[in-house]
């Protein structure tokens, strides 16, 4: 493969720049991995990786991913949150690779929430 | 935390919960000193040395959900473990250093893990800050800063899809040219 360079990178420059013409980048979903120490010692990060992988094989681009600490759930870790525009937030608990891959699947892209792996709807209040 | 990504992930948190609006993470491998460096600099609000003396105490943390904070003092753990030592610089509202150094070679030192995977994870979820990734094998160097990709790509987000994938290209090829032994 030949070395990247910023010549590449004002390719990818240009091609994104056509390419956000075309489209509306409106953000329809928002998706947050807990990761204090708590959720990376607990598999938060094979978590996220996941979720990027396929979030990028789905090609879609109204999916924004996000990370945030801990809210003091720490047993219940790895913790995701999927927000639906105009919808109240699901969080998941003791989320896994596959089960992330399934809250991608039919939460995010098919809007079924999956309640098995549900802790909680609504926002966390902190004192 | 099984890896040095690991910690350096959760470290890197405490960067961006000060405030910092760019962040250096530095990684050293020193063969012939056997010595493996890694150093988190951020320009967030910095701590008082009031604080400083209290953040490798695992019952300290400015949270209020928990009563624990274990980020540092696990880092501190697993540096000691492997020979090594643990260092906190801080100033208020100039920001904060962490330093640790492990035994490169010494058996408890926990791998490296996968960096690049930490990098693109923090890129990602934190568009609006600048990472400065430093890598240096002995003689060999590799050096990524989000300030220079967004010189070039102007009004794109650095956290745009096709820009982590450039940033994931050449972190590839450049870890594999330094050829990393942590």
Sequence with gaps: ?127 | MLTLSDHILDITENSIRAGAKLIEISIDEDSENDLLTIEIKDDGHGMNPDAVQKVVDPFYTTKTVRRVGLGLPLLKDAAERSGGTFQLKSQENYGTTVKATFGLRHLDRQPLGAIINIIIILIISNSDIDFFYKHRHNDRRFEMDTREIRKEIEDIPVNHPEIIKYIRGTMEEGLREIEPEA
């Design chain 1, 1 to 127: 493969m030949a070395k990247l360079t910023i010549d590449d990178l004002k390719k990818i420059k240009e091609k994104v720049h056509n390419e956000m013409s075309l489209r509306d980048g409106d953000r329809r979903v928002k998706v947050t991995v807990h990761m204090g120490t708590c959720g990376i010692a607990s598999g938060a990060k094979e978590v996220m990786d996941t979720l990027l992988a396929e979030i990028d094989a789905a090609k879609v681009h109204d999916v924004i991913v996000t990370t945030s600490g801990c809210m003091g759930l720490c047993s219940r870790e790895p913790l995701v949150t999927v927000e639906i525009i105009n919808e109240p937030p699901i969080k998941y608990e003791y989320v896994n690779p596959n089960k992330i891959r399934q809250i991608f699947k039919r939460h995010v892209l098919a809007g079924e929430i999956q309640t098995p792996f549900v802790l909680a709807k609504g926002s966390e209040i902190t004192k």
